[in-house]
């Protein structure tokens, strides 16, 4: 299930989720977070896991860049780090232009043309 081409995360929908599908539980929290920063437990009421899991989810995604954290007192509040998302964009689009270019020289050597 992908989450973020569907639209359909929080609710119901984000309750469906396979606990074990760590992409898709990625892709739940970005989402979550899409409107604005959020705390932990916040997210975690619209989520079939327990708050722990939410904060360990949310904190490989802060590792890897795509998530941010500021502290509210107690509260965690994760956010989505424009920068990040839009470095990985990058990162993933590079395989696009790769993979066209390299079509693009198989056509042309069969005789095609682009």
Do not use: C
């Amino acid at each position: 299930m992908n989450v973020l081409s569907t639209g359909e995360v929080g609710g119901d929908a984000a309750r469906y989720l396979p606990p074990t599908d760590v992409r898709a539980w990625g892709e739940a929290l970005v989402e979550l977070l899409r409107d604005g920063p959020r705390a932990v437990v916040d997210i975690a009421s619209e989520l079939p896991v327990s708050r722990p899991a939410v904060s360990q989810h949310l904190r490989v995604l802060k590792g890897a860049g795509l998530v941010t954290e500021r502290r509210d007192g107690t509260r965690h509040l994760y956010r989505v780090d424009p920068e990040g998302l839009a470095a990985l964009r990058s990162y993933l689009e590079s395989f696009w232009t790769d993979a066209l270019a390299a079509f693009k020289e198989v056509a042309e050597r069969e005789g095609g043309t682009p």
